[in-house]
């Protein structure tokens, strides 16, 4: 099986499981990176408007996220079920549940990018943020926001199709997203001068015109997967995708929330610092995504599996998903840590303050990748399983038990540790949550190896 080849449910339930896995995982993987530098676009970008630009971007970046989680829980959660009823065989309901999860998407999503974009100054208030930085991200988040219900359709739509096995579309959605996205940030920022407006204007073109292979695919094709004419409202699968959906879209958004007021301590060292932070978790999210591919992939063989009650595949495979997503996040920290002075030149001037503040937050928060992917692979079983209370359990737990608390800890002024407090925070809060994690699995694992009916699991 070659590794870019379309994985079928036969290889999935019953193939070479190593190379299931690197097939799978490969376009995820890519896909992720491609996602990752998405958002080093944007700080390249900004960085060429000004220091207080990037440190709108900065704080505007988690309250967009928080929008966005709501999208990613309901397609996590969505795919799951679709990879579950695919695994037991059962056509109707697999019809039935992509028809509930692609209109609950649209549906959500015109409501939250509207009222998203209605009240975004009192959103930013809200957030806490400075006078100063409210005057260049209003209009910048607005644009954001307006993207929402495009890209719930396109979340949907890509995860129906991973849930088959086909992380490849994913994959060249988001090439093509990031392609656009460079095009049109130099016509807008450095032909017409736009600013941050060029800026946000970009993404949300992008992102329409990516979501035009969703809509078409979901209900406009001649094989669409919506019959707009005959879909109704089926009340057992949407409780069903409320039930599994539900604790996924909770922990995504209170996890971006978390970063919210994680801005408001680090905002306490000044816009530089502020700004480094935002640059470090760019450079850094790309492969914290890359490394999360591993979770993502073994969630689609842990839901077909577990649909087809193959229980040992499923630990067999969880061992091998290990393997590979530390074996990535060690590579990851081997690229990274040795050159971090050169990456933040990339980005700042290192005449300026925030290129030293960069590299200090670089030196210690980039190690955090590891324990990241331990727990990415434990939330990879969580969703394949449907039993997303333990994703929310773990997420939630990492933000407001161990971040949140360790950084107001670690920031207090007899310590002497100043912004590192908060660099030591995350690193030590991503331990705490892969070790609870572990415990999670360990103690609950008659639970989660249990084989049911997905219709008797809730």
Known sequence: MKAMKKVSSEDILGG???????????????????????????????????????A???????????????????????????????????????????????MIGLIL?????????????????????????????????????????????????????RAHGDTQETMKINMLSLILKVVFSVIFILVFKMGLLGLGLSSLLAKVCCSMRAFYGLFFAKD?????????????????????????????????FGFV?????VLDYGEAVLAAYGLTNKVNTIFFKA????????????????????????????KKSLILAVGFALFSCAVLLPFKEPIAALFVDPADPTYQHMINAMSVYTASVIPWAVMEVAMGLFQGTTLTTYNLTVSVLRIYLFRVPIVMFLTMPIWGLAEYGIWYAMLISNIFSATLSMIIIFVRRARIFKVDKITQNS
């Open 261 to 265: 007021i994680v801005n408001k301590y």
């Open 56 to 102: 709108a971007v900065t704080f505007v970046a988690p309250i967009y996220e928080t929008l966005n989680a709501i999208g990613v829980g309901l397609a996590i959660a969505g795919g799951s079920i679709v990879g579950r009823y695919l695994g037991e065989r059962d056509e109707e309901k697999v019809k039935h549940s992509i028809e509930q999860l692609s």
């Open 109 to 161: 999503g015109l409501i939250i990018g509207i009222g998203s974009t209605v009240f975004s100054q009192t959103i930013l208030i809200r957030a806490s943020i400075t006078p100063s930085l409210l005057e260049v991200s209003e209009t910048y988040y607005r644009m954001l926001a307006l993207s929402v219900p495009f890209w719930y359709v396109t979340l949907v739509f890509l995860a129906i199709r």
């Open 16 to 54: 070479d499981l190593m190379k299931v896995m690197i097939a799978i995982s490969i376009p995820i993987i890519i896909t992720n990176l491609i996602d990752g530098f998405y958002g080093i676009i944007d700080s390249l970008f900004v960085a060429y408007i000004g220091s207080l630009e990037i």
């Open 291 to 318: 490394t999360a591919g591993f979770g993502t992939a073994l969630a689609v063989i842990v839901a077909q599996n577990m649909g087809a009650g193959n229980v040992d595949r499923v630990k067999e495979a969880i």
């Open 224 to 256: 669409a997967l919506v019959n707009l004419k005959k879909v109704r409202a089926r009340l057992d699968l949407i409780k069903r995708i409320a039930f599994v959906s539900f604790p996924l879209i909770i922990e995504k958004s209170m996890v971006s």
